[in-house]
């Protein structure tokens, strides 16, 4: 009986340790093509912060169909997203509930893969003229509350120009327990019309 009773608790606390990768849904963003200012607009596992932010302007696109000029294929599965930043100082985000938080001043690893288009045509928000969104821009993952109001940066990418896929290795040791991520774009550009597109996101796992 002390034998049964010590493999129930070694399995138990061996059961609990398992619980340091954290599985995001869908994260490779596989869903239906799509621009963003279409009828009926989903993703499955994620929430366009943008209608929350941004109430008059259209969430993120799901590639590929050519839609803007972009002809890179998926990384992995079949779609990947593409993030806009405007001229009107608006920017594209999803969000997601965690299944298990981040806990503070505990530090995770995760991978996911962007690349750039050479091209990626649409109107200016302040213009309403046709334009290449090219301004130099960099992806900003973000501990959020349900209202998608930003609470902590946890990363910050380089500038992503280059048009191959590559992927990054990031860490993240977050102040504060977090329970929403949301992925979005950011640029430093004065007027800007940038994009950076996104795919093939990892689990997240605890640095031990």
Not at 90 to 99: H, I, K, M, S, V
Not at 152 to 167: A, G, K, N, R
Request: glycine residues 6%.
């Amino acid at each position: 009986m002390k034998n049964l009773l010590f493999i129930l608790l070694f399995n138990a606390t061996f059961n609990f340790a398992q619980t340091d990768t954290i599985r995001l849904k869908n994260p490779g963003f596989e869903g239906r093509p799509m621009r963003g200012g279409e009828r009926d607009w989903t993703i499955k596992g994620w929430t366009d912060c943008g209608k929350i932010n941004f109430p008059y302007e259209t969430p993120p696109d799901i590639h590929p169909q050519e839609f803007w000029q972009v002809k890179i294929s998926a990384k992995e599965g079949n779609t990947y997203l593409g993030l806009v930043f405007r001229d009107n100082e608006t920017y594209e985000g999803l969000r997601q509930q965690l299944p298990s938080p981040l806990l503070a001043n505990q530090s995770y690893e995760m991978t996911l893969w962007m690349a750039h288009s050479e091209k990626y045509i649409s109107k200016s928000r302040l213009t309403y003229k046709e334009q290449n969104y090219q301004a130099p821009s960099f992806l900003i993952i973000a501990s959020i509350d349900k209202k998608c109001v930003v609470k902590d940066i946890l990363y910050q990418s380089p500038i992503v120009d280059h048009t191959e896929w590559e992927q990054y290795s990031i860490k993240m040791t977050p102040i504060n327990d977090v329970t929403h991520l949301m992925f979005m774009i950011f640029s430093n550009d004065e007027k800007p019309n940038g994009h950076i597109l996104l795919d093939g996101l990892s689990d997240i796992t605890l640095v031990k």
